[in-house]
């Protein structure tokens, strides 16, 4: 799902702020759409005990804006999911979403594109992408360190190293600051961490969002239809009546916790039925953007962000569509 917020965007899984700084580069190999960035380590994380949950420092990747762009910014937390138990924690720490030290360079496309035609509206921003190597969506701070298995769960230190960076080289000037904290409003009625999830804390964010995300999310209808061959169900048709009913019944639920369209300025929408995960890399360029009512999730989002037009969009059809363009793969 993306969530933005004019002050501070966020593109929840899982999230971005789109902010507005001036920050020195880090290496960058460019092609037409696609090119490659490699990780800056926030070295100075590590005396302040924001690791990642190897120990290894935490890293985040740059590319600066240009042209009228250079003063506008998209910065991204990473998403990848959290580690469930100790062993499945300690598989993470040995990857790139446990440890800087596996981190290779990565692509940046879609909404991360310096291509003009491809991503008109964002092409010559600042970007940033903050790695993922917690287990715990930037929200850990556990002291202790069982010596038995070196895991360290400090999401929540890794996030406000890598910020307190980006605030020593230029962050601090930014248009729209925010603050990062989950709202009173929201932990004054539930558990704070329900307030983590979209669906509880959409409520007591005063800023205006915008939603984008498929119905039929593919991780969400792996973990509904688990044990299923969900793909080959979607993809050929083959969906018993059962599993078509549950699939309507995920969808349902997820509409139900959507914000009402009474006011699409605060809360901009745009949630489509392709069987996918997130649209904002992969599915960003025009010949290949997911379309609803004739408009495509780019177009829509940037009328929104840019006060264009204000639209709620939501596909009526009540069954996914399989993710078949050719060359994009089923995490895009």
Request: hydrophobic share 35%; proline share 5%; charged share 20%.
């Given at each position: 799902?993306?969530?933005?917020?004019?002050?501070?965007?966020?593109?929840?899984?899982?999230?971005?702020?789109?902010?507005?700084?001036?920050?020195?580069?880090?290496?960058?190999?460019?092609?037409?759409?696609?090119?490659?960035?490699?990780?800056?380590?926030?070295?100075?994380?590590?005396?302040?005990?924001?690791?990642?949950?190897?120990?290894?420092?935490?890293?985040?990747?740059?590319?600066?804006?240009?042209?009228?762009?250079?003063?506008?910014?998209?910065?991204?937390?990473?998403?990848?999911?959290?580690?469930?138990?100790?062993?499945?924690?300690?598989?993470?720490?040995?990857?790139?979403?446990?440890?800087?030290?596996?981190?290779?360079?990565?692509?940046?496309?879609?909404?991360?594109?310096?291509?003009?035609?491809?991503?008109?509206?964002?092409?010559?921003?600042?970007?940033?992408?903050?790695?993922?190597?917690?287990?715990?969506?930037?929200?850990?701070?556990?002291?202790?360190?069982?010596?038995?298995?070196?895991?360290?769960?400090?999401?929540?230190?890794?996030?406000?190293?890598?910020?307190?960076?980006?605030?020593?080289?230029?962050?601090?000037?930014?248009?729209?600051?925010?603050?990062?904290?989950?709202?009173?409003?929201?932990?004054?009625?539930?558990?704070?961490?329900?307030?983590?999830?979209?669906?509880?804390?959409?409520?007591?964010?005063?800023?205006?969002?915008?939603?984008?995300?498929?119905?039929?999310?593919?991780?969400?209808?792996?973990?509904?239809?688990?044990?299923?061959?969900?793909?080959?169900?979607?993809?050929?048709?083959?969906?018993?009546?059962?599993?078509?009913?549950?699939?309507?019944?995920?969808?349902?639920?997820f509409l139900n916790a959507l914000p009402k369209g009474t006011n699409?300025?605060?809360?901009?929408?745009?949630?489509?039925?392709?069987?996918?995960?997130?649209?904002?890399?992969?599915?960003?360029?025009?010949?290949?953007?997911?379309?609803?009512?004739?408009?495509?999730?780019?177009?829509?989002?940037?009328?929104?962000?840019?006060?264009?037009?204000?639209?709620?969009?939501?596909?009526?059809?009540?069954?996914?569509?399989?993710?078949?363009?050719?060359?994009?793969?089923?995490?895009?």
């Amino acid at each position: 799902m993306m969530m933005v917020t004019r002050s501070l965007q966020l593109f929840v899984s899982l999230v971005c702020s789109l902010t507005f700084i001036t920050i020195e580069c880090a290496k960058v190999t460019q092609s037409p759409n696609i090119y490659n960035v490699t990780k800056t380590i926030v070295h100075s994380a590590v005396s302040k005990g924001a690791v990642c949950l190897d120990g290894s420092p935490p890293a985040y990747y740059f590319v600066p804006g240009f042209g009228e762009g250079v003063g506008n910014w998209i910065v991204q937390l990473s998403g990848g999911a959290w580690c469930k138990n100790v062993t499945d924690c300690q598989d993470r720490s040995n990857t790139d979403k446990g440890s800087s030290k596996h981190m290779g360079p990565i692509p940046f496309q879609g909404i991360h594109s310096k291509n003009q035609t491809a991503n008109p509206d964002f092409y010559n921003w600042n970007k940033v992408i903050i790695a993922y190597c917690d287990g715990g969506s930037f929200t850990g701070d556990v002291e202790y360190v069982d010596p038995a298995t070196n895991l360290h769960f400090r999401g929540a230190r890794i996030f406000t190293a890598v910020m307190d960076e980006l605030l020593a080289k230029g962050l601090k000037n930014a248009k729209n600051e925010s603050a990062k904290t989950l709202p009173k409003s929201c932990t004054s009625k539930m558990k704070p961490e329900l307030c983590l999830f979209a669906e509880n804390i959409q409520q007591d964010i005063k800023t205006p969002i915008f939603i984008l995300m498929s119905a039929f999310d593919n991780v969400e209808t792996q973990y509904t239809l688990e044990g299923s061959n969900i793909y080959e169900c979607i993809d050929h048709g083959t969906c018993t009546t059962s599993q078509n009913n549950t699939l309507k019944e995920m969808r349902s639920d997820f509409l139900n916790a959507l914000p009402k369209g009474t006011n699409p300025k605060h809360r901009g929408v745009f949630i489509d039925v392709v069987h996918h995960h997130t649209s904002i890399i992969r599915r960003w360029t025009p010949e290949i953007a997911i379309v609803v009512h004739n408009v495509s999730a780019p177009k829509t989002f940037a009328d929104w962000y840019f006060d264009r037009n204000y639209t709620y969009l939501i596909d009526e059809r009540d069954l996914p569509l399989p993710n078949l363009i050719p060359n994009v793969t089923y995490s895009s």
